[in-house]
């Protein structure tokens, strides 16, 4: 592996209407953070796993977004029910002693 | 809690100059600082971190930051910028090696020829 890779690039999706995103990190790389950035701003912080277990989530990971990951490799996001405010790009990144590396994300636009 | 602040919504600097762009934060602990770049519709590309030691870091396509300490500033800079170092520019902070990062607003970077 030569990078985080994360799928799909682009998701144009109606609203009301539920959508899921993948993050492969680094095979080595136990740790993997899910953010999401709007224009204009910093990324935020909404989840964290080491390995399989899901370690910290952030209030804006309200119920409608679900994050797994099975057997501690992949990732999934899903969000349920989308809503226009939730139009922003999701980063994955991953980690395993110190640093992080970032995927290329996935910007979502809800119409 | 902690928090970073750039205060620069935008720097604007002609190309073979020195470039800074400013980064204050508050963190309970020892502080761990990153630097990333962002292009358009990309994701974040690191350029430095501070974890402990000498408080001037080196990074990656001739960036450098300084750690002070008492005026809880990490401020990045670049001797001779580019235009192709146009992009921007965020600093992070976490209070361990592993945890969350929180990041500041971004600072836009515009080189001009």
């Known amino acids: 592996d030569t990078g985080v890779s994360q799928d799909p690039r682009h998701k144009i999706t109606k609203r009301g209407q539920n959508v899921t995103f993948r993050c492969d990190p680094i095979s080595e790389h136990n740790r993997l953070y899910w953010y999401r950035q709007t224009l204009g701003q910093g990324p935020e912080f909404l989840t964290y796993f080491q390995n399989e277990a899901q370690l910290e989530k952030s209030r804006l990971l309200s119920d409608r977004f679900s994050a797994e990951r099975p057997k501690g490799s992949f990732s999934t996001l899903e969000i349920q029910r989308t809503e226009q405010g939730d139009s922003a790009m999701y980063l994955c990144a991953s980690s395993r002693t110190r640093g992080y590396t970032f995927g290329s994300g996935t910007r979502l636009t809800v119409v | 809690a902690q928090s970073v602040a750039q205060p620069e919504d935008q720097v604007n600097v002609a190309e073979g100059n020195p470039l800074t762009v400013k980064c204050t934060y508050s963190?309970?602990?020892?502080?761990?600082l990153f630097w990333y770049v962002q292009y358009p519709n990309r994701g974040l590309q690191f350029l430095l971190k501070?974890?402990?030691?000498?408080?001037l870091v080196k990074g990656s396509y001739g960036f450098e930051a300084e750690f002070n300490k008492s005026q809880t500033s990490f401020h990045l800079k670049k001797p001779s910028a580019l235009v192709s170092d146009s992009a921007l520019y965020f600093c992070?902070?976490?209070?361990?090696?592993?945890?969350?990062?929180?990041f500041g607003a971004g600072t836009q970077v515009v080189v001009t020829p």
């Open positions: 963190v309970s602990g020892n502080p761990y």
């Open positions: 501070y974890i402990t030691g000498d408080n």
């Open positions: 992070a902070v976490s209070d361990n090696s592993w945890g969350k990062l929180q």
